[in-house]
Each structure stands twice: as structure tokens, then as C-alpha cells.
């Protein structure tokens, strides 16, 4: 069974269609790159696949559980959303107890998770008992992270993971994403740095206006067709979602 399944997917605010009609599969313990231009429906996806927001319309399924049956699905998921939610008031190490303690992960095992991921990502342990309040962007990023994988689930939503991050931090995150891959986590994997997904995914699914226009590994998107010339993934993605003249250029309001 997929890790991910949807079924003509759709969303609408009003007269908006935010999210049209998606369908696509994603297997188990793979890592799915999700791209689009801003307010191509990307972030209103997420929401929907990790319980967040309703569908107007169609169906899926997250490691086999309805997305609508948020108390089921949300012991399968984590979820690092662009802006995530940490108390400034905390401690690292207060925030991420926190976290497994309603999750009811066990203690100890948790602990040595906890000190192992800070420790890969070089926050020290004085910085783990530095309030959060005191952090830069990117210290802030890494301990969402670990947050968001702390209890190993079974589909990890990335959004924009590596912001604010330094190169090495950067790095290590993608190192993580593949570890989690080679687990048996699915990634699915939302960013606007494309050498990250070309890096890391096995399929990308981009997104255009709501729409799934184009899906395939990195290496066939990369491939012009009807040359076989070798192009980046940054070209494939410009072409197909190239502006349409009539259409705004608004500020990302649904995606």
C-alpha cells in the first residue's frame, strides 16, 4: 500500500480553486520532492495530508489512514511546517519533552534520540537548555526538526526544511532526509531549493496553479524529450510553470 494516495483531490476558498483534482501515489519509505511557484496550492496540500484542513472534494490516504480521521493519522505523521510552532519560553530540551510526552514516547529511549539528533545538528547541550526566545532562525529550524521526526513516523512533511540554515546544517539535513528514506520513512519534501530535491528525492511532483502538471524522477525531468538534451531541474521547473500573462501575480495566499 502507498504511504501516500490521493484521489482528484480539490480545494477551494470560494471561487478559488486552491488545490485542483490531484492525484499521485507515493511508496513507501521514498522521498517525494513537492515543488511549485508560490501559491501554486503546495502549503493547502500539506495542510490537507497531515489532517490540517478539509478537502472540498476527493480523498487520500496517508499511511493507509483517511486524512480526515485526524486522531488516527496523527500518531503516523510528523510535520515541519515553514513556520513552525516552538514556545520562545522553553528550553530545547523542554520544548522536545514536551512533544514526546504527548506522544507518549518512552523516556529514556527518547532522550538519547533527543541528545543524538541536537548532537548531529551541533547544537550542544548548553544550547539545549538555552531558552528559545534567545535563538537564531536557524537554531530554531534544527530543534523543528528534530521535533518533527523525534517519534520515527511513518510520513515526514518537510516544508522548506533547510531555511535559515548554514551550509553544514543544510547538509546534515539532507544526510537526515535519506537516513529517514533508507528507515523506511516516507519523505515528503516541499522547497523552493531545487538542488536539495535534485539531491535527495526519487520522484518530484510539480505543482501549477493547483494542477500536478509534470511528475517523474529527477533524472527523466531533466531530459528534454524530443532532444535528449541534458537540462537542470531549475529549467524543467521554469518551463513548466512558465507565467500565463492573464493570470495575477498576487502574493501566495492558499499554497
Not at 507515493?26 to 495542510?47: C, E, H, I, S
Not at 534544527?142 to 511513518?154: E, G, I, M, N
Not at 533547510?162 to 544526510?175: K, W
Request: charge should be negative; avoid cysteine; charged fraction near 25%.
Amino acid at each position: 500500500m502507498p504511504s501516500i494516495e490521493t484521489t482528484a483531490l480539490t480545494k477551494r476558498y470560494g471561487s478559488t480553486t486552491a488545490v485542483d483534482q490531484l492525484d499521485f501515489s507515493v511508496p513507501d519509505g521514498t522521498v517525494y520532492g513537492f515543488l511549485g511557484p508560490n501559491g501554486a496550492g503546495k502549503t493547502t496540500t500539506m495542510r490537507i495530508l497531515t489532517g490540517l484542513t478539509t478537502p472540498t472534494s476527493g480523498s487520500a490516504t496517508v499511511a493507509g489512514v483517511p486524512v480526515t480521521n485526524r486522531d488516527s493519522l496523527r500518531p503516523h505523521i510528523g510535520y515541519l511546517p515553514e513556520e513552525p510552532p516552538l514556545y520562545e519560553q522553553a528550553t530545547a530540551y523542554e520544548q522536545l519533552e514536551y512533544v514526546a510526552g504527548l506522544r507518549d514516547l518512552p523516556s529514556r529511549e527518547t532522550q538519547n534520540r533527543i541528545d543524538e539528533l541536537l548532537d548531529r545538528l551541533d547544537l550542544s547541550p548548553d544550547d539545549a537548555a538555552t531558552r528559545i526566545a534567545e535563538y537564531s532562525k536557524g537554531m530554531r529550524q534544527k530543534v523543528a526538526y528534530v521535533q518533527a521526526v523525534l517519534h520515527d513516523p511513518d510520513v515526514a512533511f518537510l516544508d522548506e526544511p533547510t531555511s535559515g540554515l548554514d551550509p553544514r546544517a543544510a547538509r546534515t539535513i539532507r544526510e537526515l532526509i535519506g537516513e529517514l528514506s533508507d528507515e523506511g520513512t516516507t519523505v515528503f519534501l516541499s522547497t523552493h531549493i531545487l538542488p536539495v530535491v535534485e539531491e535527495v528525492a526519487d520522484t518530484v511532483g510539480i505543482l501549477y496553479d493547483g494542477k500536478l502538471v509534470a511528475e517523474d524522477t529527477p533524472d527523466q525531468l531533466t531530459q528534454r524529450a524530443e532532444t535528449g538534451e541534458t537540462r537542470t531541474l531549475e529549467d524543467a521547473f521554469l518551463e513548466l510553470t512558465s507565467t500565463d500573462p492573464a493570470q495575477d501575480d498576487t502574493e501566495e495566499t492558499y499554497g
